[in-house]
Every structure is written in structure tokens, then in C-alpha cells.
């Protein structure tokens, strides 16, 4: 599962964290790439979207330093995550099997509108379409290709 976090889009690395001694940094190989080349939807002003998104990674990364975990951080990888892909959190925690730790996952999808005018009705919730932002049955669909996929089962 490291080897598929680590190989996102476009080969870029996640950002990890290691809690061994003497290891108290986080690195990120994270390479910034245009949005076109990484296949990422743009709305009208594509910046908009990327800036809230870039908000969201050093808050996952600023919790899971402060609570001293193992992690690893990534994003925009569909292909593992569905349609839960905006940030992607791995960490360790400790458990009673016999390696005495295990991985859990944290995956994210963001919605917000920029436009404060055009509202959000529940025909937009409950109506499945595919390509509705905010088709609920659309994020339950691939909530559920997630938890069934293997390396997520546990």
C-alpha cells in the first residue's frame, strides 16, 4: 500500500513523516505541476478550487505531527481513492495484532461554492449524477468501491 500512495499522479511522492528518533522533520517531494497535466478538473477560475485544497493538506499535516504520527500525505489520486481523493492521510497506530501496529486512512473530498448566490437545493444531494458536485449517492458509490478495495478492508 506505501509503494501505491507513494506512486500518485504523475510520480509524485506524498509527503511523509516518520516518528523514529532523531527524524522530527517532514519532507515532501510533492513536485508542482500544472493542473492540466495532472488531469484535474478546473471550474471557471481553476485557482479558486486549488487554493482551498491547498489549505487542507498542511491542516492534515500540522494534526498528524502534533499527535506524533507516522503518516504519509498525498492527493489527486483517483485511481486509489475514488472520487475521495483531495487529500489522502495514511498513519500508524498501535493495536494489539502482532506487529502491535496497523495503517488507517483518512480520505477527503472538498466541496465549497465560490459563488454564495447560486445555492445548493436538495435536488443536488439526493438526485444521482455522476458529474454533479454534490451527488451524495455519487460519494456514497465510491465510499463504497473504497472500503470493499482490498488494502482497505481492515
Known sequence: MADELKETSEGSAPLTHDTKPGNHTAVSSLTPTSTASRGIKKGRDGSHGLKF???????F?????????????????????????DVIFRYEVADDTSAGKHWRYRFLQA????????KIVTDHLLVYNPKGDFSLSKYFHS????????????
Open 143 to 154: 465510499y463504497y468501491k473504497i472500503r470493499s478495495s482490498l488494502p482497505f478492508r481492515y
Open 111 to 118: 466541496k465549497h461554492k465560490e459563488n454564495v448566490k447560486e
Open 53 to 59: 485544497e491547498s489549505k487542507l493538506l498542511p491542516l
Open 61 to 85: 499535516c500540522i494534526r498528524g505531527l502534533g499527535a506524533g504520527y507516522k503518516f504519509e500525505l498525498a492527493k489527486e489520486n483517483e485511481n486509489l481513492t475514488g472520487k475521495f481523493d
